[in-house]
């Protein structure tokens, strides 16, 4: 069986020696390093989940590439059942970890990259398809974890790549030798990059024949030569470095949300790990299958386990309040749920409306229209549920100590005394709920909603390419018989030689 134990992960990745810096400075272990630590955590409870009898429907599948079971994170859809059983795991992975599941994107990437590289190959005769496979495979044999990077940063949006000032604001081919290609560029917010195996590319800046030497896909392992990991680093992250014990966290174990730059300075790829070298009418291919992807695990899945977390939090402090009986928290608790159930209903559309891309391929993707709609539709419905829960949870949420004044002598009595709303719940427990409330509702979860899998102008600008408005305009000629321009003359003409019929008496 081709799947790694977590001690196993944990130990693999010991051997990955990623250059990563944090708050200025660098960080020597991405294991030791106490915020990129939630990333290893997450990252590792894949591991566990699918060797755990209970959750290995959820977290794994069979892999017809290796005949073997594999990591459900390793594999491409081949039909909507695993569609399905992919945004099932978008939201019990999210609600398991109330953060990232940061093999989601890199999962998503292979889907664009599977159907695509075998229609490079069908149309022009390459042999990206077969590279890529013999890639997956190794991946899912090693059971790796693979992050994935649509590059950015981008110039000025007024202008094309070719005119930027800086050519490598979009990740560039630089150099391309017998062995492979040299690229150099950036990507500026990746999940978890640094704590994975592996990292996958896709393009982002090539429209034309001219900038065919940004039409660039790949993979690489995550601690090549020439890359560097330049950390997000927040007041969160602040706090996590000072904590003494990770349980006054909101988050304790897997933390907020660890992204990262990452630097691609001249990083060199051997041609067997190229799938996607300079053909730039392919490269919108790869970004629009991946988008469609990926919104339906950042609109449809995610989110909802997240939402499951917040909702959870508002059900205890309504109860530690004594509030169980009060009409308009027990509205927005239901309107909560409303949301949470849109926003799992929109993700199992896409999944269940999904079809083969492209014809023939084998490759599942989610439906174009509704994966765009899901993450369109959670961008507005995570942020209502996060005024929901500000306002249930109160302004303790924002206000609320450390849980240290719970061990400090000279304030702990207060403390117990003034924050227990006269329950008999633990202080402690009363605390720790509204600082997972503070997680959610004053962190880095609302911008993250809005702008992971692009930001909501994007999905809207998809919608309009995808409906054209033909059929719901014939519903309307159907229902009111409306005929063209012809077939009203011709009746016009029916008529008034009718009438000349008519004799006049
Ligand atoms: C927490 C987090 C994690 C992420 N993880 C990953 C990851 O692992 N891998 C990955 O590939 N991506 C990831 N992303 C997504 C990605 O990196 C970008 O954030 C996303 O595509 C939005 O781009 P941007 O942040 O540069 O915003 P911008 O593109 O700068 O958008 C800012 C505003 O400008 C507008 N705008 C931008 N360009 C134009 C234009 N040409 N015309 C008109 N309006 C424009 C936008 O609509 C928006 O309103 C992540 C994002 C976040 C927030």
Redo the contacts with the bound molecule.
Sequence with gaps: MALMTPEEFEVSLKRVKPRVFMNGKKVESVLDNRNTRTVVESNKASYAWAMDPRYERIMTCHSPLIDERVNRYTHVSRSIEDLVAKAQAGTFTAEHLGTCIYRC?GYDAFHSLAGTTWQMDQELGTEYHARFNEYLKMVQRKDLSV????T???GS?QKKALDWPDPYLSLKIVDRSKDGIVVRGA?????GAFASHELVVLPQSSHSQEESDYSVAFAVPSDTEGITYICQYSPYSAERDQAENIYELGNPLFGQ?E?SMVVFDNVFVPWERVFHCGEHKYSGLLVTRFARTHRMTCGGTCKVGFMNQIVGACKLVQEYKGLQKVQHINEQLTEMVVLRETGRACGLAAAQMGKEEPPGSGVFLPDELMGNVAKLNICNAFWRTMALAGDIGGGLVVTMPSLKELKNPETRAYVEEFYSFGSDEPTENILKVHKLLQNWTAG?HG??TW????????QKIMIQRVCDFAYEKELVKETLNLRDKQACESEKDDEKSKAKKIPVT
């Design positions: 994107v992050a994935g990077a649509l950015e940063p981008r949006r990507k500026i917010n990746i999940s949300r992204t880095q911008v993250g702008h992971g899998a692009g930001p909501v102008m994007a």
